[in-house]
């Protein structure tokens, strides 16, 4: 029982399948991908050309948060205020004999 070649509907018609590709539609599919393919690039770009540029430097609060968090030394709001703090809440590593915060620990 050997099988032959495919005849009739199994063969591919490559005519028909080049003349397909130039169908309206298709062509109006592929423009609409291109279109959009090209319009989520530019968003992409623009996205980037948004973001903090390396010449703008970081404010000095952002440098003292990432030491002092890292530490761990001071309360937030000796952190936050430094001897202009009115509280204090523990574990802080700040000198107990400001008097600002004397009562309020």
């Known amino acids: 029982m050997e099988r032959g070649p495919p005849t009739g509907s199994g063969t ?3 005519t028909q399948k080049v003349e397909s ?3 309206p539609v298709i062509e109006g599919l592929i423009a609409s991908v291109k279109s959009l393919t090209e319009a989520v690039t530019r968003m992409q770009m623009g996205h980037r050309n948004r973001s903090r540029s390396p ?3 970081r404010s000095k609060s952002q440098n003292r948060s990432q030491m002092s968090r890292q530490s761990g030394q001071f309360c937030w709001y000796h952190w936050k205020f430094g ?3 009115t509280k204090c809440m523990q574990p ?3 000198p107990k004999h400001n008097s600002k915060t004397a009562g309020n620990e």
Request: with cysteine; charged share 20%; proline share 7%.
């Open 83 to 85: 001897v202009n703090s």
């Open 92 to 94: 802080c590593a700040w």
């Open 12 to 14: 591919i018609n490559h």
């Open 21 to 23: 590709a130039k169908d």
């Open 55 to 57: 010449q703008r430097p």
